[in-house]
């Protein structure tokens, strides 16, 4: 049975082009792990899964072509429909060789130096990507599942989203996300729309857990919002970020093996270097890709062990790419250059140590040297993932064969078996040549089991399902934790419940909730119209109030003293029941707070109008008086600073409504309200908050309890009531 929704799969580039053939216009596919990734999982599962599956991508051909060919009506029956996008040539260059690969490209890959920051690149890249969201906003209908990829589009997410605020929107990214200390370099307001436009996305996914974490820090510092458990809390909607290693099509190069027609291939390479090692290196033409490294270790490597000369044999294949930037051009002049200088210095009438070929390798041809290589060397300088150690490895059907893989590349999380190199050490590069090449077979095969094992468990089927599974999973809980504004009907449930309940328990926040925020904490002292309402409530039959509060013990004893209340004050570190004395955490460790304190008082000198609270149990960051670009970019720097110190201390840092807090950890309202429950238990609970901490008391009691927020945003409470100026009258419908 087929899924009732549509792929919608955008993409810089079609994964074909249209040639002209015979007189005929033919589809010839291309090359690239995305289109290998996609094409396979629609070659196996997009019969039974999606309803239709549409491709959108910049055209490499001409609009008269496709014309033409549409209108073929012999024309190839393809896996999913197309949608070309036919984008101006000269503004096509400055989006794509300009932003996309002469700013994204070397900044995410931490060539710093080969950024070109242009406006122009920046102002082109923004208009195609507002081509793009136009286009598929042309196609696109509301149960659409719309799958956006890689570094050329970041801005898109976002723009779709403006239209489609509830469809589902997924993104990938192919290529590393830098630290945040790289990242920044951008102009603000180029790196602030970025992460604007992946936000956009219901799901975004990048190759390893180090991206992840990189991204979900430019996030907290840009654009502030906090993540927890890799979930960003946007507000109005949650992101999921999340890794997803892409995998390949095991089964295709495995099988490879068995084919006569590349055995016959593999055979001929094996007999014409019958006496010798092969090294096997293939890569496409990238100053990321190490390659003038590569054979700077394998140069000294013969320099340094003259017993492997006339035995081993460097096949080097460089495949072109952008060859339209000047930084490519110069890169395969350097690979040439080294390539020339190595095999003069060592060249013999029978050896040669390196061939190299500049060009495309056809699948059989690639299969063929996969296994006839008794070593692959894999060195990026940096690299999202690199499928190429994946497919060496599915490729040794014999278990032998050893794969030297740079750690700088996203595979080498999955392959800890193979000989990982720092592809900067030309040192380690010479050695670990070496010890590939005498490694003794049993260990080759101990290590290129487990590897391959591993890689039959993650294929590129299962990085599909897996990435669309969570991308619906994370719908459903936007679903489930979309906001209720409570209605006239919900108030009267909850009246009656109270009504017909025997024991009842309100729990009610203070700042934010029963009063204002005030431009300094003393200033917030309740009115006497809150104090009688709290009477009243209180006055109700079997009815208790608690008063649950980041304020300290004091001010709280000091303003309610007369009202018949419980008072929570910290967040649950101390705790006064009605008639009784205040119970303070005074085992608790306070040994932190000489430790955390300069770093408060540091951020309140770099920012004018800040002020630091100490309480009994907690120190408190205020920037509510400050300026609010400025107090923004100081309090993330602060939460920044915060995460580093404390890290491996059990403390906890909050980031509340223009408050920074340290807390022990383990305290939170959540567990006072149930501690306070436990005292006093009742049938009827009513809970309301405004704030972060308030989310541990509403996930704490959603089972037992009416839970309401104040406020929009996403939120574990049943409700929410648009501003605090409506609660003094929602309260009133719990009198008499």
């Known amino acids: 049975m087929k899924h009732p929704k549509r792929l919608v799969v955008v993409s810089n580039r079609l994964p074909f082009r249209l040639i002209e053939q015979d007189g005929r216009i033919v589809l010839q596919p291309t090359d690239g792990g995305l289109v290998s990734a996609l094409k396979s999982y629609f070659e196996k599962h997009n019969d039974s899964v999606f309803s239709e599956s549409i491709w959108v991508g910049?055209?490499?051909?001409?609009?008269?072509?496709?014309?033409?060919?549409?209108?073929?009506?012999?024309?190839e029956k393809q896996l999913f429909s197309v949608e070309p996008i036919f984008v101006d040539s000269k503004l096509y260059s400055?989006?794509?060789?300009?932003?996309?690969?002469?700013?994204?490209?070397?900044?995410?890959?931490?060539?710093?130096?080969?950024?070109?920051?242009?406006?122009?690149?920046?102002?082109?890249?923004?208009?195609?990507?507002?081509?793009?969201?136009?286009?598929?906003?042309?196609?696109?209908?509301?149960?659409?599942?719309?799958?956006?990829?890689?570094?050329?589009?970041?801005?898109?997410?976002?723009?779709?989203?403006?239209?489609?605020?509830?469809?589902?929107?997924?993104?990938?990214?192919?290529?590393?996300?830098?630290?945040?200390?790289?990242?920044?370099?951008?102009?603000?307001?180029?790196?602030?729309?970025?992460?604007?436009?992946?936000?956009?996305?219901d799901l975004t996914g990048f190759h390893t857990h180090e991206y992840v974490q990189h991204f979900l820090k430019s996030v907290r510092m840009i654009s502030g919002?906090?993540?927890?458990?890799?979930?960003?809390?946007?507000?109005?909607?949650?992101?999921?970020?999340?890794?997803?290693?892409?995998?390949?099509?095991?089964?295709?190069?495995?099988?490879?093996?068995?084919?006569?027609?590349?055995i016959n291939i593999k055979n001929d390479i094996r007999k014409r270097f019958k006496d010798k090692k092969i090294i096997f290196s293939v890569d496409r033409l990238d100053y990321t890709k190490g390659v003038t490294n590569r054979l700077s270790g394998y140069e000294l490597f013969l320099k340094s062990h003259p017993e492997w000369h006339g035995r081993v044999v460097l096949i080097l294949v460089?495949?072109?790419?952008?060859?339209?930037?000047?930084?490519?051009?110069?890169?395969?002049?350097?690979?040439?250059?080294?390539?020339?200088?190595?095999?003069?210095?060592?060249?013999?009438?029978?050896?040669?140590?390196?061939?190299?070929?500049?060009?495309?390798?056809?699948?059989?041809?690639?299969?063929?040297?996969?296994?006839?290589?008794d070593v692959a060397l894999i060195t990026p300088l940096r690299d999202g993932m690199n499928l190429v150690a994946k497919e060496f490895v599915a490729s040794r059907k014999g278990g032998s064969g050893v794969l030297i893989l740079?750690?700088?590349?996203?595979?080498?999380?999955?392959?800890?078996?193979?000989?990982?190199?720092?592809?900067?050490?030309?040192?380690?590069?010479?050695?670990?040549?070496?010890?590939?090449?005498?490694?003794?077979?049993?260990?080759?095969?101990?290590?290129?089991?487990?590897?391959?094992?591993?890689?039959?468990?993650?294929?590129?089927?299962?990085?599909?399902?897996?990435?669309?599974?969570?991308?619906?999973?994370?719908?459903?809980?936007?679903?489930?934790?979309?906001?209720?504004?409570?209605?006239?009907?919900?108030?009267?449930?909850?009246?009656?419940?109270?009504?017909?309940?025997?024991?009842?328990?309100f729990f009610l926040d203070y700042d934010g909730t029963l009063v204002p925020f005030a431009r300094k904490p003393r200033e917030a002292k309740p009115a006497s119209e809150l104090l009688t309402l709290l009477r009243k409530l209180a006055q109700n039959e079997n009815t208790e109030v608690t008063i649950i509060s980041g304020r300290n013990s004091d001010i709280l004893e000091e303003w309610f003293s007369e009202v018949p209340v419980n008072l929570v004050a910290e967040h649950g570190a101390s705790m006064r029941m009605l008639g009784e004395k205040w119970l303070h955490g005074n085992a608790i460790n306070q040994s932190w707070k000489p430790l955390v304190r300069p770093t408060f008082d540091l951020f309140v000198k770099r920012c004018p109008g800040a002020f630091v609270e100490e309480k009994r149990h907690t120190l408190a960051w205020h920037y509510r008086n400050v300026d609010p670009e400025l107090g923004f970019v100081r309090s993330r720097e602060l939460i920044d600073n915060l995460y580093h110190l404390i890290r491996n201390?059990?403390?906890?840092?909050?980031?509340?409504?223009?408050?920074?807090?340290?807390?022990?950890a383990g305290i939170d309202k959540g567990t006072a309200a149930l501690k306070v429950l436990r005292q006093k238990p009742a049938t009827f609970v009513l809970a309301i908050g405004d704030d972060k901490t308030d989310e541990d008391m509403f996930q704490a009691l959603e089972k037992i309890a009416f839970t309401i927020k104040i406020g929009q945003g996403i939120t574990h409470a049943q409700y929410v009531l648009n501003g605090q100026n409506e609660v003094f009258t929602f309260l009133e419908n719990f009198l008499n």
């Open 58 to 75: 910049c055209a490499d051909f001409p609009q008269k072509r496709w014309e033409k060919y549409i209108k073929t009506p012999d024309k």
């Open 225 to 262: 919002y906090d993540h927890q458990y890799r979930t960003i809390n946007m507000g109005n909607r949650i992101v999921k970020a999340e890794m997803f290693p892409l995998g390949i099509d095991y089964a295709k190069f495995s099988n490879a093996a068995d084919d006569e027609h590349i």
């Open 406 to 505: 740079s750690e700088l590349a996203g595979a080498a999380n999955e392959l800890g078996e193979a000989v990982l190199v720092n592809p900067l050490d030309i040192d380690e590069l010479a050695s670990a040549i070496n010890r590939a090449l005498e490694m003794d077979e049993d260990e080759q095969r101990r290590h290129m089991t487990l590897m391959q094992q591993r890689l039959q468990l993650y294929t590129v089927n299962d990085w599909v399902r897996d990435f669309l599974a969570q991308l619906d999973e994370v719908k459903s809980v936007q679903e489930q934790r979309k906001l209720k504004v409570v209605s006239k009907k919900a108030i009267s449930q909850m009246a009656e419940t109270f009504k017909k309940s025997p024991t009842r328990h």
């Open 649 to 664: 201390a059990q403390l906890q840092v909050i980031d509340g409504n223009k408050v920074i807090e340290v807390r022990v």
């Open 318 to 373: 460089v495949v072109p790419s952008r060859e339209i930037i000047s930084k490519y051009n110069e890169r395969r002049n350097l690979i040439e250059e080294q390539v020339g200088h190595i095999n003069g210095m060592w060249s013999t009438l029978e050896w040669q140590p390196i061939i190299y070929k500049y060009g495309h390798l056809a699948f059989d041809e690639l299969c063929a040297m996969y296994q006839a290589a």
């Open 94 to 201: 400055l989006y794509y060789n300009g932003f996309s690969n002469s700013v994204l490209w070397p900044l995410m890959h931490y060539f710093i130096t080969y950024t070109v920051f242009n406006q122009n690149y920046f102002s082109a890249y923004e208009q195609v990507n507002r081509i793009f969201a136009e286009k598929v906003l042309s196609v696109l209908q509301p149960d659409d599942i719309l799958w956006i990829h890689d570094y050329q589009l970041l801005l898109m997410p976002g723009m779709v989203r403006e239209k489609f605020p509830d469809l589902a929107i997924g993104f990938f990214l192919h290529i590393p996300f830098p630290s945040f200390e790289v990242f920044r370099l951008l102009q603000r307001s180029w790196k602030e729309k970025i992460i604007q436009g992946m936000l956009g996305a």
